[in-house]
Structure formats: structure tokens, C-alpha cells
């Protein structure tokens, strides 16, 4: 029998880094960034990808924004420079609820992030070296921020729709609160008006988990050798975080307590994995061959000091102050970010448009994801919203 290879020892950092392919990324320099929480950040950059074309007006344009692991790769096939096929390629195309016939689709990787825009992974301004532990403080606000001079960048001086998920799901709201006259509409999907205690204590321990390890090397471990970065923490956090994305009755229905095929969970050494140990090793495995700990620090961070009410009077006063027509989805069976928190948006913002739309779905958080068939009409009706 031949023996099974062993898989190579992962990178320091799994982002994408400058002489990689570039894909289908654009990249736009967008200046120096006044931070939220103080400092500024130089020499912003971007990366970003658009699918159609901008109308003459610059009336067809639509900003869609990623969760926290995602990037720029909304739509389109895994390939160089693209570790994974487009996250939500099931609604962006000609032909699907984004139809880029009609509409001139624009997604950017987050400032922080790690697929080719300013973040702790990238070289830091007038050294040699990445940003690493010297890496600001960022947050939501500050991405959208970014965001909004990539939109100048682009000649685009209003979106008809801003429409996220999750972390996304966040800037779709900031856009909403903090650029009334540039946004004609946003879908706020499984996400919340400010992070909760039970989200913050979570998302700390992901973080915790990355800090520990010995390979984090304070943050400054970006020139480690191939196996000896903090990809165990990174794994953990993962492993953490993608329990809060599923659901409990869907692990027990798919893994039950099964074993792995060909191992013993039961063994007198310990050695053998359940079935579902293998499935949370695979999905770590995966993220730290195309993520950066730093990354993954940093957005983690954003997300626990995300409030939309910060500087605006408090949540329910900012929600109030919304202008702009919201259409709010829960996933039923999330337990990331429950109903009851697009409940509290609802409640709060007259703008919502419709009242609570709740996706039916198994899947959990995931649901934003996976569930297309019930997200297409609400991006439709978005649209529709944002149109002048």
C-alpha cells in the first residue's frame, strides 16, 4: 500500500503577498487614512475587483462586501492568485440576481485584510518589512472609509446598493449611517448594529488563540520559516469560529459521533479523530494556507469594536438617524449573530424597508452563504430600492 503523503508545513502567513499572481485584482492607492480610534494609517491600498461596466452616469454600480475570511473574490473560478472560486458566485454573473449585464459589480479586500490590501501582512511604508505588531488599531468605520475613496478612485460617486453579510453585513450598515447621499440602498444580511458580549467573548478567544502561540512572536513573524508561523493558533481560532457558523443539529445530523474513516477515536492512545475533528482539522488546515494570523487578529478586532453607534449618539440613536431604505435578514437557525440582532436594527431604524425578512436554513450563520435561492429576490429588491 503506498504510503500517504504528508501534506507540507503551511506558510508563516497564507496571504497574498507582492510578486504573487495578481488573478483578476486591481489595486488602487487611496492615501493616508485617518483612524478611528486615533493615528492614521499611510499610503492606504486597496485591492479590489469589478465584474460589468460603469454606465456613463455611474448610476449602475454595487459595492458587495465580504465576511471575515473572505476578499475581493466575489464571482469567478479558483486559479492563480485565487486559492478559492468566488464566495458568492451563485448570485454574481450574467444572469443571476447580480446581473453584470446590468450592473457594474465592485468588491475590495478590507483594509486589514491580507489579499493584497494594507494590512499587518503588507510592507510597511518606507521599510523593507511588513507591518506586523506595528500594525494600527482598525475598524469597521475605517474600512468603509477606504472604501469610500476606492468609490472616488472608480468615478463613483453613488451606489444604488451596498450589500454584505456578516463583518460585510457591518459596512453595508456604516455605509448606510455614514454616506447617506453616496448609497441608494443596502442589504444588511446576518449581521448586527453593534457586536454583543457573547460575540465579543467569543471573537476574543479566537484571538487568544492566536496570541498564545509561540509562533506569533508578538505579531512580527512574518519571515518565520514554513511551518514555524502561529498556524496552530490560527487553526484553533478557526476550529472556534466555524462552530459559531454552523449549527448543532446539523454537525449531529452530518457526523454524529462517527469515527473518521480508518481511525479510532476510541484507541488507548487517543490518536483516532471523530468524524467531525477531521472535518474542523480540514476546514483550519485550509484557512491557514490562505490567511494571515495577523489578518485574522486585526479584523477579529474591528468586529468586537464594531457599534454603529459610536460618535453618533449611541445604537438605537445612530439606527434612528438612517436615512437610507435597509432591507434586514436574519438567518433562523444562526447562532453567530441570532435573529433578535437584526430584530434590535428593525426596531430601531425606520428605514428598514419591509420589516424583519428571515432566511429559512440548516446551515447556520452559513446560511448567507449557501442559501441563494432565497437571498436572490432580496437583492432584487434592493436594487430596485437603490435605483433612481
Not at 436615512?323 to 433562523?332: E, G, H, I, Y
Request: hydrophobic share 40%; proline share 6%; charged share 20%.
Amino acid at each position: 500500500m503506498a504510503r500517504a503523503l504528508t501534506p507540507a508545513a503551511p506558510p508563516a502567513s497564507g496571504g497574498w503577498h507582492d510578486g504573487d499572481p495578481v488573478g483578476r485584482r486591481r489595486f488602487a492607492d487611496v492615501g493616508d487614512l485617518p483612524l478611528q480610534l486615533g493615528g492614521v494609517l499611510p499610503q492606504v491600498r486597496l485591492a479590489y475587483e469589478t465584474w460589468g461596466e460603469l454606465d456613463a452616469d455611474g448610476s449602475n454600480a454595487v459595492l458587495v462586501e465580504h465576511a471575515l475570511t473572505g476578499d475581493s473574490h466575489v464571482s469567478g473560478e479558483a486559479g492563480p492568485g485565487h486559492p478559492t472560486a468566488g464566495w458568492w458566485s451563485a448570485l454574481v454573473g450574467p444572469g443571476k440576481a447580480l446581473d453584470t449585464r446590468r450592473w457594474f459589480v465592485v468588491a475590495a479586500n478590507v483594509v486589514g485584510g491580507c489579499q493584497g490590501s494594507t494590512g499587518p501582512s503588507s510592507p510597511r511604508p518606507g521599510t523593507t518589512r511588513p507591518w506586523g505588531s506595528a500594525f494600527p488599531r482598525i475598524t469597521v468605520a475605517d474600512q468603509v472609509a477606504a472604501e469610500a475613496r476606492l468609490a472616488d478612485a472608480l468615478g463613483i460617486a453613488r451606489f444604488a446598493a451596498v450589500i454584505g453579510g456578516s463583518m460585510g453585513g457591518m459596512r453595508a450598515l456604516e455605509w448606510a449611517a455614514a454616506h447617506p447621499g453616496r448609497v441608494g440602498a443596502s442589504l444588511v444580511l446576518a449581521s448586527a448594529a453593534a457586536s454583543t458580549a457573547d460575540q465579543i467573548g467569543g471573537q476574543s478567544a479566537q484571538i487568544t488563540a492566536i496570541v498564545s502561540d509561540p509562533g506569533w512572536r508578538g505579531g512580527d513573524y512574518h519571515s518565520a520559516p514554513d511551518g514555524q508561523g502561529p498556524h496552530v493558533g490560527l487553526g484553533l481560532a478557526r476550529r472556534l469560529a466555524h462552530l459559531s457558523y454552523r449549527t448543532a443539529a446539523e454537525l449531529q445530523a452530518r457526523f454524529g459521533r462517527e469515527a473518521q474513516f480508518g481511525e479510532d477515536p476510541l484507541s488507548p492512545e487517543g490518536a483516532g479523530r471523530y468524524a467531525v475533528q477531521s472535518y474542523l482539522d480540514h476546514h483550519a488546515d485550509k484557512l491557514v494556507r490562505r490567511f494571515d494570523a495577523g489578518s485574522y487578529v486585526a479584523l477579529t478586532d474591528a468586529m468586537n469594536t464594531w457599534d454603529v453607534g459610536l460618535g453618533r449618539g449611541g445604537t438605537e440613536a445612530a439606527l434612528a438617524a438612517v436615512t437610507t431604505p435597509l432591507v434586514v435578514v436574519a438567518v433562523d437557525s444562526d447562532r453567530l449573530y441570532p435573529v433578535a440582532d437584526s430584530q434590535r436594527i428593525v426596531d430601531a431604524a425606520p428605514a428598514v424597508v419591509g420589516g424583519l425578512r428571515v432566511v429559512t436554513s440548516s446551515s447556520g450563520h452559513d446560511g448567507f452563504l449557501l442559501e441563494a435561492a432565497q437571498i436572490e429576490p432580496l437583492v432584487a429588491e434592493t436594487l430596485a430600492l437603490g435605483r433612481r
